[in-house]
């Protein structure tokens, strides 16, 4: 695309992935605390366009396959820019990093992760400039309205850390701006299709109730860039007739959403996790996740590092809703949303959840009902479901309630199997068959009572014998 950068640019790399053994350098990812990425706002005569700045070490000087603390500060001004503008601004950052050949960015905000590949650099990809000059052209080309840029990168761990505390205020203040306004103040909502690169079938629907599930982008920051940018991936959705105000599923909604999935999701629900929750793409602050042995939920955030009370990692839960797809019990969402008074509300809201991350109960407990806040476990006050069970009845968790007596055990009976075996016409053959057991059994992850139909495509399965049990109860 240009000719004077030594690696291509285009939309055909979007959804690249650089593995750890490619990589010549991770800036930031889950190994480093301090990280981010921020744009500004600012009048047109501080800034000097076009101006690089890196504090601590370009790429040469960064050791081959290692990870850095890293932030990255992009100052824009226009006529047209306003401070909702800056959120916006900032999210496409996913975009255009992932136009790059052998670059690859995920997530957002304090949580970003980039690697370049080792091939991308050998060709010439060798500074941060060059990094700048490619962001520069893609912003001014496709955001018209930004008259002028500069961008200071941070690879300087002291100084990373330092301004780290600075940059999450500012996030803090963005996302304060739309709490006092309710979904049904407002007859539009907006979409972000920004991560189909990566999940085809996943669409963030974004209220003033509901933030992005990134985190980065509020229904003000829809509303500013869908002003400027109309025909972006930012856009309006008319949210129509009211389907169930309890679930928050809308009309205007579900239309715009099978158009966008191309049919694959046909119906979205905004305020639960059960029946056709919120897709997700895999740049989710945090996941909802449903315990069956408590019915309860409990919430993890991609920075913590442990295992949950269930015994899951953040990775392992985060793969079971990522991809655009639509799963009882697991749910992506932002840390803002967490703040919402329609937070989960079809599925009983915060007396529903029963487990989460201490630091991030600290983030938000001045939102949450106050006589919930001392009955949620975190990690350092219960390490298993045994556990769990028990504090919630010390507790009074509301959850308890709902349990049913645990009845009394009965001896358990061995069932007789009924066996048939069917043959095909042809003598001395056996149909090829497979062993089904007459009730399912109990699955890892997944909540009680939940139908699963598993299908096998493109599968040769050799077998003797059909067996089917009938076993008295």
């Known amino acids: 695309m240009f000719e004077d950068i030594p690696v291509d640019v285009g939309i055909i790399y979007e959804g690249e992935r650089i593995r750890g053994r490619e990589m010549q350098v991770e800036l930031g990812g889950p190994r480093e605390e301090y990280k981010f990425e921020l744009v500004q706002a600012k009048e047109l005569d501080e800034i000097e366009d076009g101006k690089i700045t890196i504090i601590g070490n370009d790429l040469p000087d960064i050791p081959e396959g290692t990870n850095v603390p890293f932030g990255m500060i992009i100052d824009v001004g226009g006529a047209e820019i306003e401070k909702d503008l800056e959120g916006v601004i900032e999210r496409r950052l996913h975009e255009y990093v992932n136009f790059i050949e052998g670059f690859m960015h995920l997530n957002q905000r304090y949580d970003i992760q980039m690697r370049l590949s080792k091939k991308s650099y050998k060709k010439g990809f060798n500074s941060l400039k060059i990094f700048a000059k490619i962001l520069f052209r893609l912003y001014k080309s496709e955001m018209s309205f930004i008259e002028k840029m500069q961008i200071t990168f941070i690879t300087d761990a002291e100084k990373v850390k330092e301004m780290y505390p600075e940059t999450i205020n500012i996030y803090d203040e963005r996302d304060a701006k739309a709490r006092g306004m309710s979904d049904d103040d407002v007859d539009v909502f907006y979409g972000c299709s920004l991560c189909q690169s990566f999940a085809p079938?996943?669409?963030c629907v974004i209220t003033p109730q509901r933030y992005a599930n990134c985190g980065a982008i509020s229904w003000f920051d829809g509303k500013a860039t869908d002003k400027v940018d109309p025909k972006g991936p930012v856009f309006q959705i008319p949210k129509g007739a009211i389907i169930d105000s309890l679930t928050g599923e809308y009309e205007g909604v579900n239309k715009v959403i099978r158009e966008k999935s191309l049919g694959e999701i046909a119906r979205v629900q905004l305020y639960t996790g059960f029946g056709y929750p919120h897709t997700s793409c895999g740049c989710f602050e945090g996941c909802a996740f449903y315990i069956p042995e408590v019915d309860g939920?409990?919430?993890?955030?991609?920075?913590?590092?442990?295992?949950?009370?269930?015994g899951l990692d953040f990775v392992t839960i985060s793969d079971l809703t990522a991809g655009g797809r639509q799963v009882d019990g697991f749910h992506g969402l932002s840390i803002e949303y967490m703040r919402s008074p329609k937070f989960m509300q079809a599925d009983g809201g915060w007396d529903r959840f029963v487990w989460m991350p201490e630091d991030i109960m600290e983030r938000i407990k001045e939102f949450m009902p106050p006589e919930?806040?001392?009955?949620?476990?975190?990690?350092?006050?219960?390490?298993?479901?045994?556990?769990?069970?028990?504090?919630?009845?010390?507790?009074?968790?509301?959850?308890?309630?709902?349990?049913?007596?645990?009845?009394?055990?009965?001896?358990?009976?061995?069932?007789?199997?009924?066996?048939?075996?069917?043959q095909m016409p042809m003598a001395g053959f056996t149909v090829p068959s497979l062993e089904i057991p007459a009730s399912m059994m109990p699955m890892a992850g997944l909540p009680q009572g939940v139908n699963v139909k598993i299908i096998l495509k493109n599968v040769k399965i050799k077998a003797e014998t059909v067996i089917i049990r009938a076993e008295k109860e």
């Open 372 to 422: 919930i806040v001392p009955k949620i476990a975190t990690e350092k006050t219960v390490s298993s479901l045994d556990e769990l069970k028990i504090w919630l009845r010390d507790k009074k968790h509301p959850i308890v309630d709902t349990w049913k007596p645990e009845e009394e055990k009965k001896p358990a009976t061995v069932a007789q199997p009924q066996v048939m075996r069917q």
């Open 201 to 203: 079938t996943h669409l």
């Open 297 to 310: 939920y409990g919430v993890v955030h991609r920075n913590y590092r442990d295992k949950t009370v269930n």
